[in-house]
């Protein structure tokens, strides 16, 4: 964290509770941070933000923190809707019931995004406010409810995944100088100026935010599990068998396929490939609007496969069963979002081929560490890296267990939810000061 930056220390109580200076109350015993997270998705959903604040909310409540979430009742890959009220591992989990169209396509999108919004705003209205109320970014108008919450007596700290409306206006989404271009633009202002914290994913996004308005940006990058994806030669080889991978350099892409990424050049690297080293193959598991387009670029092709998403059963396996992991992102999106497959793939102890933004934080760290390879959308370039990763099995070995020890480092998640901790619990010991007059 920046220097300077207030944290708070949080420990363990049982019962479970934070000693804080002052409760609430008499000002002397220990009391619970109630906290809240807003999110479309959440566990057992497959959404990876769901399946990340799973994880700090499971963490937060072992903190010592009492916990609820409102989440939608939909699901990230569409389908059955999940239970409107579920206790999980501590966590009060509340589902308003809205659509589950999935992510095939703009319309399906919007409209869960617009029938989980208006409930979850009645629902948290309801709802007595919480000390913190922690948003995302998705969906993009999601974080007003934060600026509400905040009218009400509450902390508000902005989780930016993505960073709307700049990522759609570098898309082309959306004409920057369009009225609701504008408008979005205006708003996105006023609610980086007024969360009392912004959390970004790197140093990039962080300069981003503190250019476009926010008054405290802190990095705390998306995680990974180190515990529950970790290398296993066994399972990755299961999972080859199982899927008919056997023999084949496992290039593998996990996760959405979204307008954010580019697959162009990696689709014309494989066309390439499939005389010059037919033992790789590229494997596209998930879903997402670039789903079709990758779906008829690659018909009759050997050497690509498509998998739909895979139960959190698999994921572990999955990841293992690759030779290295393929991340790719639009140049205009650097700075404005941070694909989560990144951390896992490390947690895998499996290098990288990063394809594209090559000024990401994540392309140079890929490159000064030796986590595997970055190049930009040229065919040629891909071929040539994916080539001499095939052609050399030491080395990328090695990389792999480099990516394992930076993974410990910098992306495990009681390190990245241990920073959650003392972000809110520091917001709470700045308002006790603040009330004491001593802030």
């Not at 906290?35 to 903190?63: K, R, S, W």
């Not at 959390?199 to 940006?217: C, E, I, K, S, Y």
């Not at 891909?382 to 001499?388: D, E, H, K, Q, Y």
């Not at 930076?406 to 709470?428: C, E, P, Q």
């Amino acid at each position: 964290m920046p220097a300077g930056a207030d944290i708070a220390i949080v420990r363990r109580i049982d019962p479970p509770t934070v000693d804080w200076p002052e409760g609430p109350g008499s000002g002397a015993e220990p009391w619970p941070l109630s906290v809240l997270l807003l999110n479309q998705y959440f566990v057992p959903d497959i959404a990876p933000t769901g399946q990340l604040l799973g994880e700090l909310a499971e963490d937060l409540v072992e903190a010592g923190m009492d916990v609820t979430v409102i989440a939608g009742s939909g699901r990230y890959a569409g389908g059955a809707r999940l239970r409107p009220r579920e206790e999980w591992r501590g966590v009060r989990i509340r589902r308003v019931r809205c659509t589950s169209l999935g992510r095939a396509g703009a319309g399906r999108r919007l409209t869960d995004y617009a029938t989980y919004f208006v409930p979850a705003a009645a629902r948290m209205i309801a709802m007595r406010p919480p000390d913190v109320i922690v948003c995302l970014s998705t969906p993009p108008l999601l974080a007003m409810l934060g600026l509400v919450a905040r009218r009400r007596g509450a902390r508000f700290v902005y989780k930016v995944e993505d960073l709307y409306p700049d990522l759609a206006f570098a898309l082309g989404a959306l004409r920057e100088r369009s009225v609701l271009g504008r408008a979005l633009a205006r708003l996105s202002r006023a609610i980086l100026a007024r969360a009392d914290a912004v959390v970004a994913l790197d140093g990039a996004m962080a300069q981003t935010l503190h250019a476009r308005g926010a008054r405290r940006a802190e990095v705390i990058p998306n995680w990974a599990d180190g515990k529950r994806l970790r290398p296993d030669l066994e399972a990755g080889e299961r999972f080859r068998r199982e899927e008919g991978l056997e023999g084949r350099f496992v290039v593998l892409y996990a996760g959405n396929l979204g307008r954010a990424h580019r697959f162009d050049a990696v689709l014309q690297a494989a066309k390439t490939l499939v005389v010059r080293e037919p033992r790789v193959l590229f494997l596209f598991v998930g879903d997402g609007e670039r789903l079709a387009e990758v779906r008829a670029a690659s018909l009759d092709s050997a050497n690509v496969k498509l998998m739909p998403y895979q139960p959190a059963a698999r994921l572990n396996a999955l990841l293992n069963a690759a030779d290295i992991h393929l991340v790719t992102l639009r140049d205009e999106a650097a700075g404005l979002l941070v694909p989560s497959k990144y951390a896992s793939a490390l947690a895998a102890g499996k290098p990288v081929l990063m394809v594209g933004a090559r000024s990401s934080a994540m392309a140079q760290e890929i490159e000064g560490e030796g986590l595997g390879f970055s190049c930009g959308h040229d065919a040629q370039q891909i071929a040539t890296a994916v080539l001499a990763a095939c052609g050399d099995p030491v080395h990328v070995g090695r990389q792999g267990e480099h990516a394992r020890c930076v993974f410990t480092k910098r992306y495990d998640r009681k390190m990245a939810t241990g920073k959650w901790a003392d972000l809110l619990g520091g917001l709470i010991r700045s308002t006790t000061r603040e009330e004491r007059g001593g802030g």
